[in-house]
């Protein structure tokens, strides 16, 4: 197809990339990046946060649960809650991953994504995700665990930091290559690394930036929930409720946000190294031409 130039201004102009969606299918910059998941955010925030609230109700119903049989069993609570928080935030952490990977290929293409349809994508690769996400905290952790566990003093331990952030950096998009590609947890590991490779101090500064935005704006999002909890701004409650009411629903909204905005600027590298190493950016446009 012959190439198509534009005039405009007086000037003449190479043809615009296509953007369907939050992106110009093309290589991004980092602003782009970023651009695109605040974007994102806005355009399905919303419906991000719904698809997440059944996991979070089921973590604290988990949580509830822990304490509960702990109780009966005359058991300190402590002993079983730090494994069941444990096992809960995992759990919570792999279906933001998946939430978020079924929102970042609607929202490069630009269509409309209802809470249904992102959990009917979600449900069949979560166990995927969880299993990658497992395997990425083995190996962060697995060198500090070997100092520790030869018995060498904690101090080597510490200093087997910069591995851990080196293989965090490598294996950051293995949860979204295992969500958007149906890969397995250790395909999803090599396919990350090899996307990262030749990249590594560019992903790590746009995922740290992510992460530092998306723990600012969680932080602020709690508060108004906080204080109208405080000022009890729904009279049929009464105040320790409503306190109790507000923090939980500001503390969802907020976790949603700390969980879901890094992942979603991950997302957006990984479909920018695939654009700029392979060719997706054609096998996007063509797809979103035939919708």
């Given at each position: 197809m012959a190439e198509?130039?534009?005039?405009w201004g007086g000037g003449w102009l190479p043809p615009q990339p296509p953007k369907p969606g939050v992106i110009s299918l093309r290589p991004l910059k980092s602003g782009d990046i970023l651009g695109g998941a605040f974007a994102a955010l806005g355009r399905y925030g919303s419906r991000l946060v719904a698809a997440m609230l059944p996991g979070q109700l089921g973590a604290l119903l988990l949580l509830a649960a822990a304490v509960g049989g702990a109780l009966a069993l005359g058991v300190r609570p402590v002993t079983v809650l730090v494994p069941a928080a444990a096992l809960a935030t995992l759990l919570t952490c792999a279906l933001a991953a998946t939430l978020t990977a079924a929102v970042l290929r609607e929202a490069v293409l630009g269509r409309p994504a209802a809470v249904r349809t992102l959990l009917r994508a979600a449900r069949p690769r979560l166990a995927a995700v969880l299993g990658t996400q497992l395997l990425v905290l083995a190996a962060l952790a697995g060198p500090g665990a070997?100092?520790?566990?030869?018995?060498?003093?904690?101090?080597?331990?510490?200093?087997?930091?910069?591995?851990a952030l080196g293989l965090g950096v490598l294996f950051v998009l293995a949860p979204t290559a295992a969500a958007y590609e149906?890969?397995?947890?250790?395909?999803?590991?090599?396919?990350?690394?090899?996307?990262?490779?030749?990249?590594?101090?560019?992903?790590?500064?746009?995922?740290?930036?992510?992460?530092?935005?998306?723990?600012?704006?969680?932080?602020?999002?709690?508060?108004?929930?906080?204080f109208?909890?405080?000022?009890?701004?729904?009279?049929?409650?009464?105040?320790?409720?409503?306190?109790?009411?507000?923090?939980?629903?500001?503390?969802?909204?907020a976790q949603t946000l700390l969980l879901c905005f890094p992942q979603?600027?991950?997302?957006?590298?990984?479909?920018?190294?695939?654009?700029?190493?392979e060719g997706?950016?054609?096998?996007?446009?063509?797809?979103?031409?035939?919708?």
């Open positions: 198509q130039w534009t005039h070997a100092v520790l566990a030869a018995g060498l003093p904690p101090l080597l331990a510490a200093a087997t930091l910069p591995v149906g890969l397995g947890p250790v395909a999803a590991l090599r396919r990350s690394a090899g996307l990262v490779r030749g990249a590594w101090w560019r992903t790590f500064g746009i995922t740290a930036l992510a992460a530092v935005i998306a723990a600012g704006a969680a932080y602020a999002v709690q508060l108004p929930f906080a109208a909890g405080a000022l009890s701004l729904v009279p049929a409650i009464d105040g320790g409720l409503a306190h109790a009411t507000f923090a939980a629903l500001g503390g969802m909204v979603l600027a991950a997302g957006l590298v990984y479909v920018d190294r695939r654009i700029r190493r997706l950016a054609a096998e996007l446009t063509r797809e979103s031409e035939a919708a």
